[in-house]
Each structure stands twice: as structure tokens, then as C-alpha cells.
């Protein structure tokens, strides 16, 4: 189940075009943009404003937080644990140097978030089985079980 989600109102528009993006995300200003194609494929939409949405929960998580989901990520790495929940963090984690994570460098950084947003889709979209959903049952297992510790659904999370 999604946890509770608390915070000023997010303005979220479905726009004609975005390009090649299907979504696009300002924090300050609090609006997520949706590219209309999103509605062309059953659950696109909701797998899609999940990812964003976590957008604004990613940057109001403690540091400690967001470290303990790098730990996650960087033990995977360390199996070589193959796949993703979602393109943004694929296509991210396929472009990751070996010493990325060690360094914690901007393309690390972004892979860390990327991962966060598409894992939180992958839990809370209602879906169970989409093309993009290419991560191994056992990592899929530890996200599961980090969100269900550090996001807990009976525990308010601020947006």
C-alpha cells in the first residue's frame, strides 16, 4: 500500500507533447507535466505520475535515508545484479563506471534517484508486469523490504 502522502498541492498537467520526454518534473514550482502518450498504454499513466510523484518524496527523505537506499543499490552492483524497474534508472545504471559509486558522482547520484522513483512505480502503480520491470526477483525482494521499513504505509511522507 502507498504511504500517506502530506504536503502543499502538487498541479499536475497533461500536456499534447513533451518531446521525447513523457514527463517532466519542477520541484520548486510544484508541477509534474505529463506527456499525453502516457494514456496510450494501460498503466502507463499510473506507473508514470507514481515515479514522478517520488520525485518530491526523494528530496524531503533525511540524507541517512537516502544512504541507506544507495547501500541497497550499491550491494546489488556488487552481485552485478542485472535490470531495472523502469527506463530512467536502466539507462542510468547501463552508463555507471565502476568507481561511480565509491565516488558518489552526479551520474551515481542520479541513478540513486532514478531507482528510487521507478522502484516506488513499480510498487504503488498497480502493476505487476510491464516491459521495463527487468530487475531479478531477489533485488526486487530487498527494495520491497527497504520501502516497507523506511516508507512504512502507516507513517505520513512529506511531498
Same mark, same amino acid.
Not at 504503488?124 to 516508507?151: I, Y
Given at each position: 500500500?502507498?504511504? +500517506?502522502?502530506? &504536503? ?7 500536456? /499534447?507533447?513533451? &518531446?521525447?520526454?513523457?514527463?517532466? #518534473? ?5 508541477i509534474i507535466l505529463l506527456d499525453a502518450e502516457v494514456l ?7 506507473? !508514470?505520475?507514481?515515479?514522478? !510523484? ?7 527523505? /533525511? ?22 524497474? &523502469?527506463?530512467?534508472?536502466?539507462? %542510468?545504471k547501463r552508463n555507471l563506471r565502476r568507481l561511480d559509486p565509491?565516488?558518489? #558522482?552526479a551520474a551515481w547520484r542520479r541513478y540513486v534517484c532514478e ?10 502503480? &498497480? ?20 520501502? +516497507? %521499513?523506511?516508507?512504512?504505509? #502507516?507513517?505520513?511522507?512529506? !511531498?
Open positions: 500500500m502507498m504511504p +500517506v502522502l502530506r &504536503g502543499r498541492p502538487l498541479h499536475v498537467e497533461l500536456r /499534447p507533447s513533451l &518531446g521525447r520526454n513523457l514527463a517532466a #518534473t519542477s520541484i520548486p514550482r510544484r496510450s498504454r494501460r498503466g502507463d499513466f499510473e506507473r !508514470i505520475l507514481v515515479h514522478e !510523484i517520488f520525485h518530491f518524496v526523494w528530496v524531503r527523505l /533525511p540524507n541517512e535515508t537516502r544512504r541507506s537506499w544507495e547501500g541497497v543499490l550499491a550491494r546489488q552492483l556488487s552481485v552485478e545484479s542485472r535490470g531495472e524497474l &523502469g527506463w530512467s534508472a536502466d539507462w %542510468r565509491q565516488r558518489r #558522482t531507482s528510487f522513483c521507478d522502484t516506488a512505480a513499480w510498487l504503488f502503480a &498497480g502493476l505487476r508486469v510491464h516491459e521495463e520491470f527487468t530487475l531479478p526477483p531477489r533485488a526486487r525482494r530487498s527494495r520491497r523490504a527497504w520501502f +516497507v %521499513r523506511n516508507l512504512p504505509s #502507516t507513517t505520513p511522507v512529506s !511531498i
